[in-house]
């Protein structure tokens, strides 16, 4: 009898196929309103200190603090955006929310606590703080800090933040390729009819969507039909074209199943039938210089898949810092559940409840059984030869969005 190897831990597996990963090294600039989304190439500088100078935090009145308690003639009105008169000594500037401080000031006086006389002076009180109600020049930003490091993923805070200094352009890392392939004969697009035999493909469309929005430039292949010819011939065209090559389908042991002897042909296999489930025949390997990721068939597989291997390698390979640990929490189960050599992943939602993630399992944990991804908004990870009993902790991955 044939001696089968040992199936790999999900985390040693991870791990090799996150150190295989080469990030993209080409950029482009790009403004504000295109990078949403982009990774930063290089670390992006302040070339302004923000604020840019002393400004009043609200409307009031500037002083110099040395004339506190005291009667003052108001020389001046500042409203914001213009630029202020050095302050007369021995006045006060009547000043608005962000308006600058003019020199010779150091401290505002919010006008509630301010009277006016009848010929128009302002009475200041004697109770203040030097430098109260005053945001100093480079507050929240000095020149030649850095404002976003390089390496992250850019979103609408960054874009908010990069706009205040004055940054019309970043340079941004390109969006890594990915070649998007399906086998099955039996595999029909939605809007076509069904003939007998016959199922819709959920996986493309899922797959292409969530590397949509992840930033990835998606190459779609189609539908392969099942035969190694026309395997091998798809396999190196998205190789030739892409970064990595991602697949569903056709990395098992059957007669029809022609993308694990494809690969092999074509590159190399590095990794395959791994001790999870669901999702047992993923597979892992090189086809010249494009990285390889072959999930199974099954919706749910994929599913899971995806969350477990492809979000952390698309981030790796699109330039993102990024540890590449899955982001695991403590919940307390409601269900119970029994593993033996495999890594079990269930859907589950998680609920909080006084402090604590409550998990509820799906009914029905078949990998067909798409409709349950929906419902549930995290996976339970059950370790291998677990028996789980109501309230006990399991960690879980919530779905990231």
Not at 22 to 45: M, N, Y
Request: net charge negative; glycine share 10%.
């Amino acid at each position: 009898m044939t001696a089968h190897p040992p199936l790999i831990p999900v985390a040693t597996a991870l791990e090799q196929m996150l150190l295989s990963i080469q990030p993209v090294q080409e950029s482009e600039c790009l403004p504000l309103d295109q990078i949403t989304g982009r990774i930063t190439a290089k670390p992006v500088v302040s070339g302004v200190n923000v604020p840019p100078a002393d400004n009043s935090a609200m409307d009031g009145y500037a002083i110099n603090w040395a004339d506190r308690g005291k009667t003052l003639t108001v020389s001046q009105r500042i409203p914001a955006g213009s630029a202020p008169q050095p302050l007369k000594p021995g006045t006060c500037a009547r000043i608005f929310t962000g308006s600058e401080i003019p020199a010779g000031a150091d401290t505002v006086v919010m006008q509630e606590v301010v009277t006016l006389t009848a010929d128009g002076q302002a009475v200041i009180p004697a109770d203040l703080q030097q430098g109260q109600n005053v945001r100093p020049c480079g507050q929240d930003i000095t020149v030649g800090q850095v404002v976003v490091p390089e390496g992250i993923r850019l979103d609408y805070r960054h874009i908010g933040l990069l706009a205040s200094v004055g940054q019309a352009e970043v340079e941004v890392l390109r969006r890594p390729r990915v070649a998007l392939l399906a086998t099955g004969d039996e595999l029909v697009m939605p809007g076509q009819p069904l003939k007998a035999g016959q199922i819709y493909n959920s996986n493309r469309p899922m797959l292409c969507s969530l590397l949509q929005s992840l930033g990835a430039e998606v190459v779609d292949l189609g539908n392969i039909a099942d035969t190694q010819q026309a395997t091998e011939v798809a396999l190196q065209q998205a190789a030739d074209e892409t970064d990595l090559v991602l697949s569903t389908g056709g990395v098992s042991v059957g007669e029809e199943d022609h993308i694990k002897p494809a690969v092999e042909k074509l590159g190399q296999l590095n990794l395959w039938k791994l001790a999870m489930k669901p999702g047992k025949p993923v597979a892992f390997g090189q086809i010249g210089k494009a990285s390889f990721l072959g999930l199974p068939g099954n919706p749910v597989s994929v599913f899971v898949g995806a969350q477990i291997f492809l979000r952390p390698l698309l981030a790796k390979l699109a330039g993102q810092h990024t540890s590449g640990q899955l982001p695991l929490e403590q919940g307390v189960a409601k269900f119970s559940g029994r593993t033996q050599i495999r890594q079990e992943y269930l859907r589950v939602r998680a609920e909080l409840q006084d402090g604590q993630w409550q998990l509820q399992s799906f009914a029905n944990q078949n990998s067909g059984v798409l409709s349950s991804v929906v419902w549930a908004n995290a996976l339970a990870v059950l370790p291998p030869s677990s028996d789980i009993q109501p309230g006990d902790p399991v960690s879980f991955i919530r779905y990231q969005s």
